[in-house]
């Protein structure tokens, strides 16, 4: 924790992400308090919604189809999700047990999912439903007392003034009408809409800079003045940029794009896992934008026990719902969200505010911790007895269920836990107090 309060230990990494960092950047003191309040929170709901729900293929539909961005603009004309409804959304995700909501504000595909005058190509003036849904969101988050996280691409597959990188090429753009100054002004334009009509926003992630590499002479992601802007206007806004690189000055959370901190299964997360806040997201289904083919959704047990791995990490974990293009979310989603809500109702505690413990992450599974209490998550069968690594004087093991005493005995490199068992939950929780 106390490394968080300090604003060396950000790590300046400017050389591999072609961006000027600003090496002067000190965190403000707002900034440090939401860090703070943004690590102990551990799950978020991510939601990913656009007019690409309409396709049914998920979000990356345009790029992937090769869809001219002046037919794919025609399904903002029939854009009505009638069941949309902000209060019914946050009740729903609070019911899990997350403390906050990432929600796409605009993706890839350019179409703005809130009210700007930026452009024109947005849900109040592009759509017939005409609503900010953004609004009533930020309205329902306030009210009901969760905070609100916006998603923002740095690229966009629709617009001629941003300088094509390496994805949208067939999405009918014309060459050579690039004009990042132009674009920077957009974007600062909207980053400022977002963070003066919708109240206090707990942090914009962005996601994107990958479409430009950095040795690619003459381009520069504005990075600086964005990061700039979003401290100024909204100081304990945090900042989080997905480009799967290391951090650098001006960010507030290192992003591990479905991967739990340190591992790099599927390809994206290579870089080192540093000292600022860290979040995964993941999926719930295998989409991200609602995709009426993906039914493959993970289990519950599947989620509570990705939750403990990436808590044992010390990191949150941003889990993906894609709302339907009708506004409701998916049954499925609802029924992991109210599944999760009775786990965490019940082993919370054992998640919220814990950092990384002293034991990490075992065969048997991951380790949290607060404090002098140490909770072993025991996702796999065991047979009878569990050794733990521990450099600490142990006070008292037991089950977290019930309370019930556990004999163990020291060994040379802790202690071996007897009379475990395995249950048929998702996860067994052993607390170990330390003296
Ligand atoms: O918003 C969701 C996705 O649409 C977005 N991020 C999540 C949160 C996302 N975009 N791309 N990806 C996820 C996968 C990234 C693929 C990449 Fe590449 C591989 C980026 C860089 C290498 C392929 C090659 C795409 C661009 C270049």
């Given at each position: 924790m106390s490394l968080l309060m300090q604003g060396k230990a950000i790590n300046a990494n400017a050389t591999t992400t072609g961006v000027s960092a600003d090496t002067t950047f000190v965190p403000s003191q707002a900034e440090l308090q939401a860090r703070q309040r943004f690590n102990s929170e551990r799950l978020g709901i991510f939601i990913h919604w656009g007019i690409y729900s309409l396709f049914g293929q998920g979000e990356w539909f345009m790029n992937d189809k090769n869809v001219n961005y002046k037919e794919y603009?025609?399904?903002?004309?029939?854009?009505?999700?009638?069941?949309?409804?902000?209060?019914?959304?946050?009740?729903?995700?609070?019911?899990?047990?997350?403390?906050?909501?990432?929600?796409?504000?605009?993706?890839?595909?350019?179409?703005?999912?809130?009210?700007?005058?930026?452009?024109?190509?947005?849900?109040?003036?592009?759509?017939?439903?005409?609503?900010?849904?953004?609004?009533?969101?930020?309205?329902?988050?306030?009210?009901?007392?969760i905070n609100l996280h916006f998603y923002y691409s740095l690229l966009d597959w629709a617009r001629q003034d941003y300088p094509v990188g390496n994805t949208g090429h067939g999405t009918g753009r014309i060459a050579g009408l690039s004009d990042?100054?132009?674009?920077?002004?957009?974007?600062?334009?909207?980053?400022?809409?977002?963070?003066?009509?919708?109240?206090?926003?707990?942090?914009?992630?962005?996601?994107?800079?990958?479409?430009?590499?950095?040795?690619?002479?003459?381009?520069?992601?504005?990075?600086?003045?964005?990061?700039?802007?979003?401290?100024?206007?909204?100081?304990?806004?945090?900042?989080?940029?997905?480009?799967?690189?290391?951090?650098?000055?001006?960010?507030?959370?290192?992003?591990?794009?479905?991967?739990?901190?340190?591992?790099?299964?599927?390809?994206l997360s290579g870089q080192?896992?540093?000292?600022?806040?860290?979040?995964?997201?993941?999926?719930?289904?295998?989409?991200?934008?609602?995709?009426?083919?993906?039914?493959?959704?993970?289990?519950?047990?599947?989620?509570?026990?990705?939750?403990?791995?990436?808590?044992?990490?010390?990191?949150?974990?941003?889990?993906?719902?894609?709302?339907?293009?009708?506004?409701?979310?998916?049954?499925?989603?609802?029924?992991?969200?109210?599944?999760?809500?009775?786990?965490?109702?019940?082993?919370?505690?054992?998640?919220?505010?814990?950092?990384?413990?002293?034991?990490?992450?075992?065969?048997w599974g991951p380790t949290t911790q607060r404090g002098k209490t140490i909770y072993l998550h025991i996702l796999k069968e065991t047979n009878g007895s569990i050794d733990v690594p521990l450099k600490s004087k142990v006070k008292k093991v037991y089950t977290f269920d019930g309370k019930v005493p556990l004999k163990y005995t020291r060994t040379k490199t802790g202690i071996t836990i007897n009379s475990i068992v395995t249950p048929g939950t998702s996860d067994a929780i052993v607390v170990v107090e330390l003296k």
């Open positions: 603009a025609k399904a903002a004309e029939a854009f009505y999700p009638h069941n949309f409804n902000a209060e019914d959304w946050v009740k729903a995700i609070k019911g899990s047990g997350a403390k906050y909501i990432c929600i796409t504000t605009r993706h890839h595909d350019g179409f703005s999912m809130f009210g700007t005058k930026a452009s024109p190509y947005n849900i109040v003036d592009a759509t017939p439903f005409k609503r900010d849904i953004i609004k009533e969101l930020s309205d329902a988050c306030h009210s009901q007392g990042m100054g132009k674009y920077t002004e957009f974007m600062k334009q909207q980053l400022t809409e977002l963070l003066s009509n919708y109240g206090s926003i707990g942090a914009i992630w962005f996601d994107g800079q990958w479409d430009h590499k950095a040795d690619e002479k003459g381009f520069h992601w504005p990075l600086n003045e964005l990061y700039s802007l979003i401290h100024r206007l909204q100081p304990s806004c945090l900042v989080a940029n997905n480009h799967h690189l290391s951090p650098i000055r001006g960010e507030d959370i290192q992003n591990f794009e479905r991967d739990v901190p340190g591992e790099n299964k599927a390809g080192a896992v540093g000292k600022l806040p860290l979040e995964t997201c993941e999926t719930m289904n295998g989409s991200w934008g609602y995709n009426c083919t993906d039914l493959k959704y993970k289990s519950t047990t599947e989620i509570v026990r990705l939750l403990a791995r990436t808590a044992g990490k010390g990191a949150n974990l941003l889990l993906n719902i894609g709302p339907q293009p009708d506004g409701s979310l998916p049954e499925e989603a609802l029924k992991r969200l109210r599944e999760l809500g009775v786990w965490m109702k019940q082993y919370g505690e054992t998640i919220y505010d814990t950092e990384a413990s002293e034991i990490g992450e075992q065969s």
